[in-house]
């Protein structure tokens, strides 16, 4: 929502990656170092979520948030799952398909309606397709690591350093403004991103990934509900259909874990 409604979207990323950069440096004194071999799966899963930064600014540029990110997400727990069947032969009971296909199904019907045109739903594929690499790499290397303190801590570090780097050197003086002027939201915004993807790598050291990206996309909901009481959005027929398909399928998965 922040990044939607802020003037500069890249600076406001930029401001929140920051917030990574700091919490991961103060972090790294007092975690273990992820172990070596997974360094490669922390460097993929870095550059694929810079991948992710660029597609979903030019996504929310091109399109109405709530057809961009409802879409992009809902993609994501179907391309995880098939990935995680074929690279890691997570083979899901019928529940948990059942479960990830109601979510996924009931996130996409959120993007349908006004605000959608072929560029912004090409851009929110790309941008779903990059969420699920970036989980399944970081799934990959968090199981590698030993320790998803200090996988995320350096991962933080890589990601934050670099987004920083790019913006001083596109934006230059304009960065240290930027950052004054919105520095509190975006450090608010960025503890709570990393605390969002630190959940998610806890649970996906040791369970099915293509559930835990689903789980994940129910966040889905919340951005409707925050759409309808900030923005006065209607919450109309179509979205209450598609929040109770998503509800369905997070009830399957808590009684069939």
Known sequence: MLVKSTGDRILTMVTIRFTGLVLGLSALPFVDWPQPESWKWLVVT????????????????????????????????ILMTIAAFISLGEALRPAHLVAVGLISFGIMVLSLGAGANGVAVG???????????????????????????????????????????YALATRGANVLAYVRRHGT??????????????????????????????????????????GTLVFREAFGLRRVTASTFVISGAAILALDP
């Open 46 to 77: 870095a550059v694929v979520q810079f991948g992710y930064y660029a597609l979903l600014v030019r996504s929310y540029g091109l399109g109405d948030m709530s057809v961009v990110y409802p879409l992009a997400r809902g993609i994501a727990p």
């Open 185 to 226: 939201i975006g450090f608010f915004a960025g503890t709570m991103s990393v605390l969002g993807y630190l959940a998610f790598l806890a649970a996906a050291k040791t369970l099915p990934l293509g559930p835990v990206v689903a789980l994940r996309e129910t966040s889905v909901i919340f951005g409707t509900l925050i």
């Open 123 to 165: 851009y929110a594929c790309a941008t779903g397709l990059a969420v699920a690499a970036y989980s399944l790499f970081g799934g990959l290397g968090v199981r590698t690591a030993g320790t998803v303190l200090g996988f995320q801590a350096c991962l933080e570090v890589v990601t934050g350093g670099g987004m920083a780097a």
